[in-house]
Nanobody, 117 residues
Framework: QVQLVESGGGLVQAGESLRLSCAAS??????????MGWYRQAPGKQRELVAR???????NYADSVKGRFTISRDYPENTLNLQMNTLAPEDTAVYYC?????????WGQGTQVTVSS
């Protein structure tokens, strides 16, 4: 059973920073998960990829967050982090942690990020 728990969301003002973390269940400790990522979903919009990282450390970001957000992961715990700087109101969304393991998609419950102008 794989469980993901996000933390670190909250209410901030535009220009401020937040750091999100995603803790994976011990069942996948020391397992090299090929890809882990952060997604977000704003009200009335589809869920979109924010950032993704692979086992070799390769990353890719949505154009809207490049230069402001940084994704990282810790091994062997498979903790996933997202450092978000210079936040803007359009970053307001529920942020979800995701990983693919043995062909299955796993999602956290989400953490709310609200950025006021």
């Amino acid at each position: 059973q794989v469980q993901l728990v996000e933390s670190g969301g909250g209410l901030v003002q535009a220009g401020e920073s937040l750091r999100l973390s995603c803790a994976a269940s011990k069942s996948i400790f020391s397992i090299r998960i090929e890809t882990m990522g952060w997604y977000r979903q704003a009200p009335g919009k589809q869920r979109e990829l924010v950032a993704r990282i692979t086992t070799d450390g390769s990353t890719n970001y949505a154009d809207s967050v490049k230069g402001r957000f940084t994704i990282s992961r810790d091994y062997p715990e498979n903790t996933l982090n997202l450092q978000m700087n210079t936040l803007a109101p359009e970053d307001t969304a529920v942020y979800y942690c995701n990983l693919v393991y043995r062909g299955n998609d796993y999602w956290g419950q989400g953490t709310q990020v609200t950025v006021s102008s």
